[in-house]
């Protein structure tokens, strides 16, 4: 059983571009939450989603910050215009149900330059 | 007051010491909580819940003061391959746990 994949693992945008981090959970993992980490920080809840569904989006910054989990296929994460302190480690995690223990991805590290 | 407050570390002990993280948190409502690990440049996995009455697994042993809003973690006999950060975690208040707050993490080194 595979588990929490997330792609690509390194990602480098110039500011202004867009960049998407994709996350496919757990198989029977239909809960999805995305955590950013910045440099030298903890980790920070952005947002639960479940299938087509955004449950919980009070950690996402208000603009250029975007997530989706459609019916099929992984949940996207997506920044537009970058800036460089959008920077950071972001990580998927997927859990089976909203209390149950929550797996994480290996992260995808966006550098802007 | 930070929500999650940790040791800032590092810690650098010797094989076989006993090491002691502490961890304070602000949120009063917090249901769960968590000792995580992350290796460097990786996820963060699962170590153990903390539990009132507190609770062991093997080399860890964990507490949680909800009056003085603490939590611990303690590993003896520590190992080369304990050397990680370990990061205390939170709920956010409420029954589910997907809104979790985690400290900045603990470095330890466990050295030869």
């Known amino acids: 059983n595979a588990g929490v994949m997330q792609n690509p693992r390194h990602l480098v945008r110039r500011r202004g571009q867009e960049a998407r981090l994709r996350c496919s959970p757990m198989k029977g993992h239909s809960h999805v939450y995305w955590y950013r980490q910045l440099p030298e920080e903890g980790l920070k809840f952005m947002v639960y989603?479940?299938?087509?569904?955004?449950?919980?989006e009070s950690g996402m910054p208000k603009e250029r910050f975007s997530a989706e989990f459609p019916k099929e296929g992984p949940s996207i994460l997506r920044i537009q215009q970058v800036v460089r302190g959008d920077s950071a480690a972001y990580f998927c995690?997927?859990?089976?149900?909203?209390?149950?223990?929550?797996?994480f991805g290996q992260g995808t590290r966006l550098t802007v330059v | 007051r930070k929500e999650v407050e940790q040791d800032p570390g590092p810690f650098n002990v010797p094989e076989g010491a006993t090491v002691a993280f502490n961890c304070t948190y602000s949120?009063?409502?917090?249901?769960?909580f968590f000792w995580y690990r992350q290796d460097c440049r990786k996820e963060p996995k699962l170590l153990m819940s903390v539990y009132s009455s507190g609770n062991e697994d093997g080399r860890f042993t964990a507490q949680l003061n909800r009056a003085s809003q603490y939590i611990s973690l303690l590993i003896r006999d520590s190992k080369l391959s304990d050397s990680a950060t370990y990061l205390c975690?939170?709920?956010?208040?409420?029954?589910?746990?997907?809104?979790?707050?985690f400290g900045k993490g603990t470095l330890l080194t466990v050295n030869p």
């Open positions: 949120n009063s409502a917090s249901q769960s």
């Open positions: 975690v939170v709920n956010s208040g409420g029954g589910s746990n997907y809104k979790l707050t």
């Open positions: 995690a997927s859990s089976i149900q909203d209390d149950t223990e929550a797996f």
């Open positions: 989603l479940q299938k087509e569904n955004i449950i919980d």
